[in-house]
């Protein structure tokens, strides 16, 4: 069988059987064209196909892989844990390590709940949200993606941006009506939502540095974020699923807080009196909505707490977390975490229904435990240096041909956008010349190097893209710059 009818004859095969022939839409070359490739394997920094073509892969599994594809270690964690039991239906110790080991990174989030997907994780967020402070209304910003979850499809980038949808069919206009859609960065919307819904809002939810519609740059956002919901008694829910763990140890609240390691910098805040704190372990289990919304608003009230002002430390801390991706180094994982007076309200000490037959799956575990154990500081250092070493050759090749271009970064994630200013929004992403992308991707990947399928994606680097690697993509750059040019 010839090279290219493996793949084109594995593509038929799955679009006879699997809507559009993938799993998730973003898999699909739906805005580059083409046929997706199926992939038979994967080791550091290559993905191979199934017509046996190895590349050099930016895409990480979206953001899992910071480590590389199957590490030895990791892969050693999952065959030792299969070894003992796929799935018990009972707590196991490595979901305690697990939630441990975030604690540790990121100390706000006392308690963590663990689940299979970031989808789960923000749909519990909201849930959460909306029981603690028994109000309705949820703020998202244009272009933030966090999962397919019916509330939160308005506006979403990712996929949607992608397909070009406005939203998704059957999410019903009552699901639709119960969540504004305000434009990222813009802080007067957001304090004119507040007013004109007072005491309504539950939850405002925010990518901690936007990456599903290319990444846009927060700038003070988070802070301001922080600062309004604070206020007006809202929760503010961070979505780290994409940022956690891979812009630095702790996060991008981590990167923005200066949190070199969490737990020292949260001791430290406490001894001197500002920014984030240690709170005092929840003694009681089970506290009624009425009297959690209280301890809430009550925390807004400490200012300790609330982290409001112009502090240069620990500038902002939400009320929730959610994590994914990274956590799971590969395996469905996910989690959900903040302090011990919102988390408690979680079933079965709650009134706040979540639950999942592989929430928390062992052999998942082992692999999210093994990853963060082993993502060291030399692995972020890695990561910054390939990233900044990957934008400068993007740079130098648009340059060169004389392309309007701007690459935007938040950490170790970067995206390109085909015009003249980085983006600071929603409408700034779609005033580009997008379509640039597909010549530019596809010349990309004809050199061997694989890039998100689609403009309104990040780029994600790995600590194995050692120089090999990233001479690859180097070399592959100008001669992809020349096709984008040529369009
Ligand atoms: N939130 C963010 C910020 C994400 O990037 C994603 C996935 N790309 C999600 C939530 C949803 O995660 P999952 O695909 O695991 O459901």
Redesign the pocket.
């Known amino acids: 069988m010839s090279a290219a009818s493996t793949m084109d004859e594995v593509f038929d095969r799955a679009r006879a059987a699997i809507p559009g022939g993938v799993s998730?839409p973003v898999r699909a070359f739906g805005s580059v064209g083409g046929t997706p490739r199926f992939i038979a394997s994967a080791s550091g920094p290559h993905v191979t196909d199934v017509d046996g073509r190895e590349y050099v892969d930016l895409v990480g599994s979206?953001?899992p892989a910071i480590l590389g594809h199957a590490h030895p270690e990791v892969v050693a964690a999952v065959q030792e844990a299969a070894s003992r039991g796929l799935s018990f239906g009972a707590p196991t110790l490595g979901e305690v390590e697990l939630a441990e080991e975030i604690r540790r990174r990121v100390p706000p989030a006392e308690r963590v709940r663990l689940v299979s997907?970031?989808?789960?994780?923000?749909m519990t967020a909201i849930r959460l949200a909306r029981g603690v402070t028994g109000r309705d209304l949820v703020v998202k910003f244009a272009g933030?993606?966090?999962?397919?979850v019916d509330a939160l499809l308005a506006a979403a980038g990712?996929g949607l941006a992608t397909l070009a949808l406005p939203g998704s069919a059957g999410v019903t206009p009552a699901t639709a009506a119960e969540t504004l859609v305000l434009p990222y960065g813009d802080v007067p919307s957001l304090e004119a939502a507040f007013a004109a819904h007072d005491g309504r809002i539950a939850a405002v939810i925010t990518?901690a540095a936007p990456?599903?519609m290319g990444v846009v740059e927060p700038g003070t956002f988070n802070a301001e974020i922080r600062r309004v919901t604070a206020a007006h008694g809202a929760l503010m829910i961070c979505?780290?699923?994409?940022?956690g763990f891979r812009t630095g140890p702790s996060g991008w609240w981590g990167v923005e807080n200066d949190v070199a390691d969490g737990a020292a910098a949260l001791a430290a805040a406490a001894d001197q009196g500002s920014g984030a704190r240690a709170r005092t372990p929840a003694t009681s289990s089970y506290s009624p909505v009425s009297d959690l919304a209280a301890d809430v608003r009550a925390r807004r009230d400490d200012p300790l707490a609330a982290d409001a002002g112009p502090s240069t430390t620990a500038v902002w801390t939400p009320d929730l977390f959610?994590f994914?991706?990274v956590v799971g180094g590969g395996m469905p994982v996910?989690a959900i975490g903040g302090p011990a007076a919102i988390m408690d309200a979680l079933a079965p000490l709650g009134p706040v229904y979540q639950a999942g037959t592989l929430s928390g799956n062992p052999v998942a575990v082992a692999a999210g435990l093994a990853t963060l154990r082993l993502a060291d500081d030399a692995v972020y250092a890695r990561l910054a240096d390939t990233s900044r070493a990957v934008r400068t050759g993007l740079t130098e090749a648009l340059d060169a041909v004389g392309l309007a271009h701007a690459v935007s970064s938040a950490a170790s994630l970067f995206s390109v956008a085909f015009r003249d200013e980085r983006p600071r929004g929603w409408d700034d992403v779609q005033a580009q010349e997008t379509f640039r992308y597909p010549a530019f991707f596809h010349a990309m990947l004809d050199a061997g190097v694989a890039l998100p399928p689609s403009v309104f994606e990040a780029w994600f680097v790995s600590a194995a893209h050692d120089d090999a690697a990233v001479g690859r993509v180097l070399d592959a750059l100008p001669g992809a710059a020349r096709a984008a040019a040529a369009v």
Request: with cysteine; aromatic share 8%.
């Open positions: 998730s979206w953001g997907t970031g989808t789960e994780a923000t933030c993606y966090h999962g397919h990712s990518e990456a599903n979505d780290e699923v994409l940022t959610t994914g991706k996910a």
